[in-house]
């Protein structure tokens, strides 16, 4: 290339900057949109298949009836086609959170070599008691708290794990799930909310629940060798772990029938045992008896004997008695004699005494008269016989003598006679004396008689009692030989009857046993891959959003970019018209001059390829996975860059920009130099055919004339507008209905379809208690209350399975309001009611109906756990757009469903007035409460989706909008510079400058108005594709576009015609009439 | 005070650092109701002053008046206007918006202004009564230029100015347009200016001026009048 050639080529990028950064601006955009969305799907998979691959997430996940062992894990292990396998325990489960609400748990196992957790925060557990919490769903204020397997669990449920509690000790994140769905329960209300894994050993558990199994296959996930490899697999590894099941299923069989013998057997032994038993405690107790009667016969002797003793010895004690008394008796007697004698003692005595008194007496009366006589005498001697004048007393005196001698003889002669009875007495008493001891001899001997008897009663009595006491003994000894035997026998008794009893027991347990063998079932075993796994299954389905938008809307820029690059080549070929013919004539070959067009576009759309698709697939890939942040939160974003996307993309815009370049430029260079160089006729004027409507066309304005005229003047151009603005009101149309179309499902699935504005679940059935509590707390902010059951069934169908609400309710509402009372059954079509299903049959929604592909009249299979239902015939089809639903009677369920029909759901609807969350607290604190859902709330978290899908739409608007302001822009740039001399023109007539622009900008509006109505049903069906394209699996969408939007949509086309011709008015300002009237160049 | 009188005007073009001095010092004078011609050299500034005087182009210094008012003092708004009113311009390549029709091109203009002149009698006069519904394209340069004559006819107005009108023409045509332009002249009163790099066409002007280089080279008040079906060039 000639140094001028080439100086020319960038002199001419610089003059005309403009039109060059316009065409690198629109293949940037065309390309950033396109290998934006292209590789954003690529990026999000290689993202999770990095993640996956990472966490060595699991190829296939074997369930069986019969649990595994860890003997049968380390033979599945050593399968051919198996890297690795361990087996886990899981278990769901209540826990009462922080509110106090009741929610559903599962618990897991912690793995080690395949679905290793990443650790938000905190840390693994290391005790058996600690536990790493959701991470998706829990922040870290959790960490530290405890998760409490809650009271209303079964006994299997808290008998399942070792503890009572577990300690949150991190936060982690599982490849189990990659999004935010957690899956159903039996238990609760059948929403798992979160997960919790702990180490093996907190589970208290027999066998393994499920064994991942990883296998050598290097292929990454999603891909179609990947899937082809293991749906190979599945087979081969469901056939060798049947096998390995079987081994041990066969061994217990064995064992079984073998322990079966055997207790037959011990039976048998237990029952001759019994017998002999019976015989022994017969012949026992016979003894036994015998000898206690011996026992008894020799004591009932020896107290007979001993009696005969007794009485011969109580006969002696009287005898001695009376002995006694005798001596008594006699010594008394004794007594009384030796006091008579002592008396008659005295009495002789005292009569002694008083006689030898007398004696005395009389001796001294005695002497004392003798003395008187004497005197007497010798008186009378004296007086010798002359007694006279002495007679007289003489006389006395012997008369006094003679009286005392007297006396004295009378004395004398009583005391001879007292001395006489007192030797008589005396003799008396001697005698007595000897009586009395003669007796006392005899009682003394008597005495001593009576002692020696008394001596040998003592002793016979003593012997008595000995022999007393020994027969009590023998008593005692002999009752309580009595009582033992007694005592043995009962134990014995009662120890035949438990063994009677236990081989009652026994013989029950052999039949039970035998019946269980003729019962066991073989194990089953199930080989579930990746696809079962709701967020490995819903992950690419999901990203294949992006891709539904990827497949239409770049072909859409590209078309558009074409077209940009088209006119603004074209025109360019145009200006540069004259210079063509000079350069032509100077000598440059058609090849060269070609080249340097192609150069300019080339390099603008290379450059513009390069800048956008750098830009482009960072930008998009990151924007668009912060959207999906929300639902897929597992790990940061890897972008793939793909150098094929790259080669395609500069490919495309080159075809876009080179290949208009060559159509514009051949057409110009057929013609000879000579011609080039004079200037291009500008397009001539002609009549159209509204002119023909002359009555019409008379009453136009005269510069709409022109106006009219202008439009179809450049042709070219016009078709260029139309297709610009049409696109862009396509692509606003189809965003504004995609924000219709998602946003009013909330609307009509919480105002529409859901009319309930609580749900409470209790974990017994309704009763009507529960509802007249209710009614009587809330009485008339209630409006209806209908008891329901909602149990959850996964309905599989080719390539996958849905998780499904099963609502049951009883048709003739015995409990509350009827169902449809809460819940609108209609149609999407036309709004018409859905009737109740009848007996057999089932209402599903149309969510369901379309994944599975029915309709009215065709039969549903459900699976509960991984138990397949008989088949139901769908009786009708509803609108529904969160969830699914499907809706079976009472009668249907317990027949088809086989269990009981169990209502332990209200859903409440409220007056407008009623604050639901008041109304919701009082119901989760009612006993029995288990959990409450305020549909307010529901409609928020369902509204987050919508966001996140919004957010894509708008990227993708944005985009849109973007692109057709280059578009417009472009045109109206071209249309300007084709025009120049024309405003040129009008501007010298004196046009002001609001006129000028208007007499442009009414052309302009015209296009627009023609693109619109040329847009508007190109949007329509835009839209239709687009939401065909859009899949969540959480919710679909009403494809609907909503009045108001196409006024929106017509407002921001128009706004944005409106908003390029005011930067053209600018333009056409500053156009310089000098300048551009000077001469043709 | 003259029709026309442009004192000390200046026009400096200034393209990046190239400083181009279109006009210096120019300074003249035209009566109400001539014709005047301006020739000079390719280059010599004969179009820039031309602009200028018919407001489409600014000056850098300087003052112009036509009929009292200070032209060089108007901003945009009252250069529009008087565009509108008081110009009528002839370009050397006709400038005709090529979707009207020769009608329709009198017409848009004519509807602009205060009082107009009927477009058909107008194009009558131009001797295109038989063309008015053509499109440009349609017609020959000749007519085309008669068109634009006629267009610049029909607003009335005090000023016609004339860039090199026959410069696209051939000879004969040529001259009948100046004709057409020395006939309005003459029957209208209208002042004319011309600009032509043909000298021999002097002869048809009240006024002759001659630009060389930028400056006013001379004014001459031409004596001795000739038709324009007299010349010869
Ligand atoms: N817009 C412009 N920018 C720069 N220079 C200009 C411009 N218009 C005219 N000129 C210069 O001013 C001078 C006078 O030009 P012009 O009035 O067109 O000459 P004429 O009409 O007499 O041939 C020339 O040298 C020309 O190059
Ligand atoms: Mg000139």
């Not at chain 1, 935010?180 to 393994?208: C, Q």
């Not at chain 1, 697999?233 to 049947?242: F, K, R, T, V």
């Amino acid at each position: 290339m000639k140094q001028a050639f080439r100086k020319n080529i960038f002199r001419t990028i610089k003059k005309s900057m403009g039109r060059y950064m316009a065409i690198f601006a629109i293949i940037a955009l065309g390309v950033g949109f396109f290998s934006g969305l292209k590789a954003s799907k690529p990026s999000m998979l290689y993202t999770a298949q990095d993640y996956l691959r990472e966490r060595q997430m699991f190829d296939y996940r074997l369930i069986s009836t019969w649990g595994f062992d860890q003997e049968e894990v380390e033979a599945i292990r050593a399968l051919d086609g198996v890297a690795e396998a361990e087996g886990a325990v899981w278990e769901d489960f209540l826990y009462p959170d922080e509110s106090g609400r009741e929610i559903c748990f599962k618990a897991l196992s912690i793995t080690e070599s395949v679905n290793t957790l990443t650790l938000l925060s905190g840390r693994l557990p290391q005790a058996d008691n600690e536990c790493v919490l959701d991470g998706y769903r829990y922040s870290e204020d959790m960490i530290g708290t405890e998760i409490t397997i809650g009271e209303n669990n079964s006994s299997e449920t808290r008998d399942a794990f070792v503890h009572d509690s577990y300690t949150v000790v991190g936060l982690v994140r599982s490849p189990l799930y990659m999004n935010m769905e957690r899956g159903t329960t039996t238990i609760g209300n059948g929403k798992v909310e979160g997960f919790i894994f702990l180490p093996l050993s907190g589970f208290d558990y027999e066998y393994y629940k499920e064994v991942y199994v990883k296998t050598p296959l290097e292929a990454l996930a999603f891909t179609e060798e990947y899937q082809d490899s293991i749906e190979d697999g599945a087979q081969e590894l469901e056939d060798g772990s049947a096998a390995i099941a079987d081994i041990r299923y066969n061994r217990e069989l064995a064992d079984a029938r073998e322990e079966i013998a055997d207790a037959r057997e011990e039976l048998a032994d237990g029952e001759q045992e019994l017998a002999d038993a019976k015989k022994e405690l017969e012949e026992k107790t016979g003894d036994a008896r015998k000898e206690l009667a011996d026992a008894r016969e020799e004591l009932e002797r020896g107290e007979q004997e001993l009696a005969d003793a007794q009485k011969i010895l109580d006969d002696g004690k009287r005898e001695l008695t009376a002995r006694e008394q005798e001596l008594a008796d006699g010594e008394s007697a004794l007594v009384d004699g030796e006091a008579q004698y002592q008396a008659g003692l005295t009495d002789y005595e005292n009569g002694r005494s008083q006689y030898e008194a007398g004696y005395s007496q009389y001796q001294a009366g005695l002497a004392e008269y003798e003395k008187n006589l004497a005197q007497y005498q010798a008186f009378l001697a004296m007086l010798g016989g002359n007694t006279a004048g002495y007679e007289e007393q003489l006389a006395a005196t012997e008369a006094s003598l003679e009286q005392a001698k007297e006396q004295l003889d009378a004395t004398g002669a009583l005391l001879s006679a007292t001395k006489n009875e007192l030797d008589q007495g005396k003799a008396a008493l001697d005698a007595s004396r000897g009586q009395l001891d003669a007796s006392r001899a005899q009682m003394e001997e008597g005495r001593r008689q009576i002692e020696a008897a008394r001596k040998e009663l003592a002793t016979g009595q003593r012997e008595i009692d000995d022999n007393q006491k020994k027969i009590a003994d023998g008593w005692k000894e002999y009752e309580d030989g009595c009582s033992e035997l007694e005592e043995e026998v009962a134990d014995a008794e009662a120890e035949i009857a438990d063994a009677e009893e236990e081989l009652a027991d026994g013989r029950q347990e052999l039949a039970d046993a035998e019946e269980e063998l003729a019962d066991v079932e073989e194990p089953e075993l199930y080989v579930l891959d990746r696809n079962t796994n709701v967020g490995y299954a819903c992950y690419e389905n999901d990203i294949s959003i992006v891709e539904g938008v990827a497949k239409i809307f770049p072909v859409f820029f590209f078309l558009i970019a074409a077209l940009v690059c088209s006119t603004t080549m074209t025109r360019m070929v145009d200006d540069e018209r004259t210079q063509i013919g000079t350069l032509r004539a100077l000598g440059y070959t058609q090849g060269a001059i070609l080249a340097k067009y192609a150069i300019y576009s080339g390099s603008a759309a290379g450059l513009g390829a390069i800048v956008g698709y750098l830009a482009g697939v960072r930008s998009f890939t990151t924007s668009i996975w912060t959207a999906y942040n929300m639902l897929y939160g597992f790990s940061e974003l890897i972008i793939v860059d793909n150098i094929w996307l790259l080669l395609i993309s500069l490919l495309v815009a080159l075809i876009c920009s080179v290949g208009t370049t060559y159509a514009a430029c051949r057409l110009e260079l057929k013609h000879a130099p000579a011609e080039l160089i004079r200037p291009k006729a500008p397009p001539a004027g002609k009549r159209i055919l509204l002119e023909r409507v002359t009555l019409l066309w008379k009453h136009l304005k005269f510069l709409h004339k022109v106006s009219a005229r202008n439009v179809f003047r450049f042709k070219k151009r016009m078709i260029m507008m139309i297709l610009g603005i049409s696109g862009c009101t396509a692509l606003v149309v189809t965003g504004f209905g995609v924000k219709d179309s998602v946003t009013n499902i909330v609307n009509v699935q919480y105002d529409e379809i859901l009319q309930y504005d609580l749900s409470a679940t209790y974990s017994k059935e309704l009763t009507f208690d529960i509802l007249e509590e209710i009614k009587e707390e809330f009485g008339s902010e209630i409006e209806t209350a209908a008891s329901v059951m909602e149990t959850s069934a996964e309905a599989p169908f080719e390539g996958g399975s849905k998780s499904v609400t099963l609502l049951v309710s009883d048709p003739q509402a015995a409990l509350g309001d009827p169902v449809t009372d809460s819940i609108n059954f209609h149609q999407e079509k036309d709004g018409s009611a859905v009737e109740l299903p009848g007996d057999g049959e089932i209402l599903i929604d149309n969510r369901l109906a379309g994944e599975l592909s029915l309709e009215v009249g065709d039969t549903i299979t459900l699976k509960v756990g991984d138990q397949e239902k008989p088949p139901l015939t769908v009786a009708g089809i509803f609108e529904n757009y969160v969830y699914f639903y499907a809706y079976v009677n009472s009668a249907t369920y317990e027949e088809y469903f086989g269990e009981a029909y169990e209502p332990k759901t209200l859903y409440l609807s409220l007056q407008k007035e009623a604050d639901p969350y008041r109304i919701s607290s009082y119901l989760s604190d009612m006993k029995d409460a288990a959990g409450v859902n305020v549909i307010a709330d529901m409609r928020i978290r369902v509204q987050n989706i919508m966001q996140s899908m919004n957010f894509i739409i708008a990227l993708v608007i944005g985009s849109a909008a973007a692109l057709a302001f280059i578009v417009l822009f472009n045109l109206g740039n071209i249309n300007i510079s084709e025009r120049v001399r024309e405003i040129a023109t009008l501007k010298v007539l004196g046009f002001y400058p609001r006129e000028s622009g208007a007499y442009v900008f009414r052309e302009s509006m015209v296009l627009s108005v023609m693109g619109i109505v040329v847009g508007l049903p190109l949007g329509v069906l835009l839209h239709t594709f687009v939401m065909s394209q859009l899949k969540v699996d959480m919710v679909s969408f009403h494809v609907q576009i909503l009045p108001l939007s196409y006024v929106y949509s017509v407002v921001a086309v128009i706004g944005f015609t409106v908003c390029v011709d005011l930067i053209m008015r600018r333009k056409i300002e500053r156009i310089d009439m000098a300048e551009s009237l000077k001469s043709i160049e | 005070m003259a029709f026309i009188e442009f004192s000390h005007v200046n026009k400096i073009y200034q393209s990046g650092d190239v400083k181009i001095h279109a006009l210096k010092d120019a300074s003249f004078e035209v009566g109400q109701g001539e014709i005047c011609v301006i020739v000079g050299q390719s280059g010599a500034g004969k179009t820039t002053l031309l602009n200028i005087l018919g407001g489409m182009d600014t000056l850098t210094d300087g003052r112009i008046f036509l009929d009292g008012v200070e032209v060089s003092a108007f901003r945009k708004k009252q250069l529009a206007n008087y565009r509108r009113n008081d110009i009528g311009f002839v370009f050397q390549f006709y400038n005709l918006i090529p979707n009207l029709t020769a009608l329709e091109n009198v017409e848009i203009a004519s509807q602009l202004c205060k009082d107009p002149l009927p477009p058909v009698e107008v194009l009558s006069g131009v001797g295109l009564h038989e063309r008015m519904q053509n499109f440009p394209a349609q017609l020959s340069g000749g007519e085309q230029q008669r068109v634009a004559i006629a267009r610049a006819l029909a607003k009335n107005p005090k000023l016609l100015l004339c860039d090199e009108p026959t410069g696209a023409l051939d000879y004969q045509t040529g001259k009948a347009i100046l004709k057409l332009l020395q006939d309005a002249s003459r029957h209208s009163g209208m002042t004319v200016i011309i600009i032509t790099h043909n000298s021999a066409l002097t002869a048809m002007a009240d006024r002759i001026i001659r630009v060389k280089s930028g400056t006013i080279d001379e004014v001459i008040l031409n004596e001795k009048i000739v038709p324009v079906e007299e010349i010869e060039w």
